[in-house]
């Protein structure tokens, strides 16, 4: 999941060398956190988060077969 939102995210921005995802994982959860530069944060983000909105149904769909519940953090 981490590659995946890695991928999505370095091709937004206009600075994909300032794209770092972290994850960490508990008992029944994924979380994946995105931190991205300043000036990028609202090509992540988009107009009424539909961005966000995307790359979370995206890493959800992708992690559907797996038993954990995957949540996207963008910082």
Known sequence: MKELVEIIAKSLVDEPDQVVVT???DENTITIG???AADDM???I???GRIAKAIRTVVKAAA????????????
Do not use: C, F
């Open 34 to 36: 995105l931190n991205v």
């Open 46 to 48: 988009g107009k009424s």
């Open 42 to 44: 609202g090509k992540v």
């Open 23 to 25: 994850e960490t994982t």
């Open 64 to 75: 559907s077969k797996g038993d954990k519940k995957v949540i996207v953090d963008i910082k």
